[in-house]
């Protein structure tokens, strides 16, 4: 896609004005337009898709959710364009921290009574005092992207017994929610909530202090002595002389408005040019400022000897609010970004530690030690490197303290472990007892297991992968000598003109003061101050549409710098599950098998497990799942009753006493296939596959086309890597395997120390992140990446990458011509003002007339290029 396709595909989604066209018109449009998905709108990309009416599974399991909810005026209220749906949809979620905040909530209620008794009457019983109480919580919660989000997580939190009240509050990402003590279950209203793609997290405070809401405070405050300032000023322009008896008071309400604009609203461009000078920063605020205290010093001067001409405190409040519209929409676009991750993450899972007396204690990760048993649930991630422990070597003394699923799970000697999330490597990894297992491994065992640990969470290489970096302020060298050229050009020409009045006029300090503040306020850095804020937030509304999100104001600054991609290749370049090769084989099954299925593979983390409960729940209602114990033979495959799935023969072989380990099946029983039978007999035979994202291959093109180069640095085996390589149509020498997380960092800085973007997902990637120049992440469920991110992309693909550069370099054309315009602009006014031609209440006037038409420049650009604002 070149950039005039580009442009054209950044409107293709513009809801169409009736008003505007003619009916042949509308639908002649309407046959033009791609199809979308039924309920992300996502434009879909290949006939597949296109068969089903969906981007992904996802998707189509919400759309189905919301439906059978009757929920469905969702999608009469939701925006065209949304989130497509993330696979974490079909996944358990941590609910422990929520478990336990919602006790301490109830137990604060008890203590204090029930908030609907009246303080003059008892309830009849402490049993009603408990039933009528209220308990409240405040939530982050993420995904939410239009008004239509808010409607249907109140419409489905009503749907929930026990609930009371909840007030969703959008721009800040959180909710708070009020409901009876004992009747609701706040793990289950978060699953539910998750199940249609939107997600809980703790709640947090520090958001109520962003700076674009102080900013619309001040812009508010700053409009209002706009309107009190011109209403005292007008009287003047109608003709009001001076020796009218309310004309000074005129003036002075009109310096006491603009005085109170002046510290309302440029205070703060004064504070953080003071600020920067201090922390030796040449910020654009300090031009700013300039213009500002220039144009206000000279309205005060004359309006203390009385000379109207120099009083022009209403251009200077109009400027001001400029300004502030300015920085607002450039704070806006990043605030709005990063509000839709969520600020703080659940805090992590306690780890159950064996005690001496044989019981458990769970344990927060921060205060394990050497030496500890401990015990890792399912889907569980192991916080320190340990060795797997068979249950003789655990705590015989302790067999009574173990639930059934634990004794079993501990006798156990082979155990299998996901490392994806810290090597990459997709493949689930096998570790039989006495073997030591690396910190960030994910237990896909069905039942606990029981593990020593050998370190400590400080040396742990979990604890180094999650740790965060404080965001410092940002350089921006470019604009740091722009900056400087321009106090240099305007102070030098400024000084200058004042050493030629001086000496011209015979030391007239009136006419010679005139001069030097008209070149200071005529001086306008409109171009740098509104324009570029501007620019950046219309490049990023049009980038949102197609999925990227900047979190980092500094993304634009040094976007052009990038000459290295450097992609993570499991969960960026792939899917992270398998991908089902012939669903169709689902929708051949009975009510009774599919309800079995879903047993089988519902609170099964495997990769396998995890592909098909997501192939299932999209293809129709969730199944009623079937009584008993799921058993699992690691490495072959699980079974309940005479239900099994798993690799071919394996059930046959343990009937007739003969089961063997993976490692010793033939290779046919080894294959790709998946089966599911019933006493043997088989009933559907599932072939997965790992797959690319379907726009891989197309968006590397596209990215090498623009003089980038693309290499893969992965922690899985080296064939495999540079398989994905070749599909992606990279050399082999581009793709670097058996990478450990040092690894990628250490290769970052040798190969790429200035110009390389990183694009990852799992904790593996955390290292390489601080080394990069820029960082972006596909997922933002998992917290960590996404918070050290520049920018996020949602979808099942990479294509927003490539529309990242291509909006940049419209970006960049655009702020060029405003750059020029700019140039222009002030070398003719500030050169008429160093001739006199210019008197001060000219250059006020001209300042915020600079303003609009920069504006205008820039919105003319940007919508001549079809990033308009939707």
């Known amino acids: 896609m070149n950039a005039a396709e580009l442009k054209i595909d950044l409107l293709a989604d513009t809801p169409l004005r009736a008003e505007a066209d003619t009916p042949t018109k509308a639908v002649s449009r309407r046959r033009k337009k791609a199809p979308s998905c039924h309920h992300c709108g996502t434009a879909l990309t290949d006939h597949a898709m296109r068969e089903t009416g969906f981007c992904c599974s ?32 079909f996944q358990p979620q941590n609910a422990d921290w929520l478990a336990e905040l919602q006790k301490n909530a109830e137990a604060e209620t008890d203590e204090k009574g029930s908030p609907h008794t009246p303080h003059n009457q008892a309830a009849t019983t402490p049993r009603q005092v408990k039933r009528s109480a209220s308990a409240t919580a405040k939530l982050g919660i993420q995904g939410i992207s239009c008004a239509g989000c808010v409607w249907l997580i109140e419409k489905l939190f009503s749907q929930i017994p026990g609930a009371r009240r909840i007030t969703v509050n959008a721009q800040l990402g959180h909710m708070e929610i009020s409901w009876t003590a004992g009747e609701l279950s706040l793990p289950g209203f978060a699953q539910k909530l998750a199940s249609f793609n939107y997600l809980v997290g703790p709640h947090d405070s520090s958001t109520a202090e962003l700076e674009s809401r102080a900013l619309i405070r001040r812009i508010g405050l700053c409009t209002a002595f706009v309107m009190n300032t011109m209403l005292f000023t007008l009287p003047t322009y109608f003709g009001m002389e001076a020796d009218f008896p309310y004309a000074r008071l005129f003036g002075t309400l ?48 004359g309006w203390a000897i009385g000379e109207e001409t120099y009083v022009y405190f209403d251009f200077v409040s109009t400027f001001i609010v400029l300004m502030l519209i300015g920085r607002w929409a450039q704070v806006c676009a990043v605030e709005r970004n990063r509000r839709r991750l969520l600020s703080l993450q659940p805090r992590p899972q306690h780890i159950p530690i064996l005690q001496p007396d044989g019981t458990l204690q769970p344990t927060p990760p921060e205060r394990l030690q050497p030496g500890q048993i401990l015990e890792l649930r399912s889907g569980q991630i192991l916080p320190v490197e340990a060795i797997l422990e068979t249950h003789a070597s655990a705590a015989p003394e302790s067999d009574r303290a173990l639930s059934p699923a634990s004794l079993a799970a501990s006798t156990a000697r082979e155990v299998e472990f996901s490392l994806a999330s810290i090597n990459g490597e997709s493949a689930p990894r096998r570790f039989t007892a006495g073997q030591r297992i690396p910190a960030g491994a994910l237990n896909l065992s069905r039942t606990p297991i029981r593990l020593r640990s050998t370190q400590a969470w400080a040396h742990s290489l979990l604890a180094e992968l999650t740790a965060t970096q404080s965001e410092t ?30 000496f011209h006029t015979g030391g007239d300090l009136l006419k010679t003061g005139a001069i030097v503040t008209a070149i200071l306020v005529v001086s306008c850095p409109c171009a740098i101050g509104l324009a570029f804020p501007l620019a950046e937030e219309i490049a990023s509304v049009a980038l949102r549409r197609r999925g990227v999100f900047v979190r980092s104001p500094r993304l634009w600054s040094l976007l052009h710098k990038v000459r290295t991609l450097v992609f993570d290749k499991t969960g960026t370049l792939t899917l992270e599950t398998p991908i089902l090769q012939n669903p169709e084989q689902i929708a051949t099954l009975s009510e ?10 519902r609170d099964n983390p495997h990769p396998v497990s995890q592909c098909l409960l997501e ?11 079937l009584e008993g114990d799921v058993l699992e033979e690691i490495g072959c495959g699980v079974s309940l009753g005479p239900w099994s799935l798993g690799k071919a023969g394996w059930k046959a072989q343990e009937a007739d006493g003969n089961a063997r380990s ?20 088989p009933l559907a035979t599932f072939h997965l596959a790992d797959s690319i994202r379907s726009d891989a291959p197309e968006a590397i093109a596209k990215l090498r086309a623009l003089g980038l180069e693309a290499h893969i640095l992965s922690g899985d085996a080296t064939n495999k890597v540079q398989a994905t390589a070749a599909q992606l149509g990279l050399a082999p020498a581009h793709g670097h395997g058996q990478m450990s997380p040092q690894d990628k960092a ?61 909006v940049n370099a419209i970006r960049r054309r655009a702020e060029r011509v405003i750059l020029i315009f700019s140039v222009s602009y002030n070398l003719l006014a500030v050169g008429f003002a160093a001739l006199g031609f210019i008197n001060p209440l000219i250059a006020a006037i001209l300042m915020p007339i600079n303003s609009l038409l920069t504006l205008t420049l820039v919105s003319a650009s940007m919508k001549g290029s079809k990033l308009q604002l939707v």
């Open 58 to 89: 996802g998707c189509a399991y919400v759309y189905r959710l919301i439906h059978e909810s009757g929920l469905d005026a969702y999608y009469r209220i939701k925006d065209p364009i949304t989130a497509p749906v993330d696979a974490t949809v």
């Open 254 to 301: 009109s310096l006491a408005f603009g005085t109170l604009s002046m510290l309302a609203g440029g205070g703060y461009f004064v504070r953080r040019a003071w600020a920067g000078l201090r922390h030796g920063l040449l910020h654009i605020d300090l031009p700013i400022s300039l213009g500002i205290l220039g144009a206000y010093l000279g309205s005060l001067y």
């Open 473 to 502: 302020e940002h350089r921006n060298p470019l604009l740091e000598r722009i900056v400087q050229g321009y106090l240099i050009g305007i102070l030098g020409i400024a000084a200058l003109a004042a050493l030629f009045w001086g």
């Open 592 to 601: 009774e098998a599919r309800s079995a299925l879903y047993s089988l593979i």
């Open 615 to 625: 192939a299932l729940l999209a293809s129709g209602p969730t199944p009623a799942a």
């Open 662 to 681: 993976a490692t010793a099946m033939s290779p046919q029983a080894k294959g790709s296939a998946t089966l599911f039978a019933y006493n043997d007999t």
């Open 746 to 806: 250490d290769w970052l800085r040798t190969h790429a120390p200035s110009d390389a973007l990183m694009l990852g997902d799992g904790l593996n990637d955390s290292l390489a992140f601080d080394a990069a120049l820029l960082r972006g992440t596909p997922v933002i469920h998992r917290g960590t990446l996404a918070q050290k991110a520049d920018f996020y992309y949602l979808g099942r693909g990479i294509g927003g990458i490539h529309a990242l550069f291509e």
